[in-house]
């Protein structure tokens, strides 16, 4: 079948009224809206007090926070508000280009470093989710940024600063994580090989009937940790103990979660909890996660300090890029990939 010429829900939005028959859900699997919860949220750490006298009681919080949530926001996370500012509004201008600049830009095959594309994989998945994104990869920057989009003009400039920063975020929550397992601090880093860091921005129109789709259906993060930047729009929810949440956007914090891998290096101590993105009616929402992971080569397993008679190992050892490449090829579903390499 030839690709279709406007395959982004960007521009097929202005001339419809109702959902495409491709975008709708089934009953038993649409977002039932009205049974959200709306009146509690995910804890919010202040990392302000990460590196003082308070150090020891900022990594029980976040020790709890990975236990019974898999989630969390932080503020006073040093990433420069101006930094955020114009990473927000320069996602905002990349995806109001016209079509044909934009289109510059679009593939649909999830093993190329940088593109835009629709959905999440359109060449497995049977229902399409109501989502535009663009991908980059960001780490070495040096590798990469020669491939991402020239326009807007300071797209580049802006959008490596951004990533510059995240990676800072992201290492000195891995740090905390590490110290919050009770292992060494650079147990993380340490075992994810050269690391890996990649960018979506993900784009969510407006949507004539959110209540029969998603911008995204329920799904675990497959890479390490995610630092999620979003709009002032909310859409994020999280499964909490059967109920969605959801997360409403606070300015300037981000969301962290965690990946399936921290679930494997954890040994199951810490666990990679499903979320989804919604859509509505009448505001365009625009959502930003860096995605930290292993570098493709990196062997990924339980930590040895947490293996004991007890607790035997509940995975196998295993290559990022086999994991990598069983989650896309697989399609975004509540079923873990993680079933697929345990022991
Ligand atoms: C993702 C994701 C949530 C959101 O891109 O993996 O979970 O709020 N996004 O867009
Ligand atoms: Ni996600």
Known sequence: MAAPTKPLVSDLVSSISSLPANYVRPDCDRPNLSEVTLDYSIPLIDLQGLHGPDHSKVIKEIAEACKYYGFFQVKNHGVPKE???????????????????RMKNYSDDPMKMTRLSTSFNVKTEKVSNWRDYLRLHCFPLEDYIHEWPTNPPSFREDVGKYCKNARELALRLLDAISESLGLERDYMNSALGKHGQHLAINFYPPCPQPELTYGLPGHADPNVITILLQDDVPGLQVLKEGKWIAVNPIPYTFIVNLGDQIQVLSNDCYKSVLHRAVVNCSKERISIPTFYCPSPDA?????????????????????????????????????????????
């Open 299 to 343: 062997v990924i397993g339980p930590a040895p300090q947490l293996i004991d008679d007890d607790h035997p190992p509940l995975y196998r050892n295993y290559s990022y890029s086999e994991y990598y490449q069983k989650f896309w090829n697989r399609g975004l579903n509540s079923e873990t990939c993680l079933d697929m390499f345990k022991n």
């Open 83 to 101: 930094v955020i500012d114009k990473m927000l509004s320069i996602s905002r201008e990349f995806f109001h280009l016209p079509v044909s600049e």
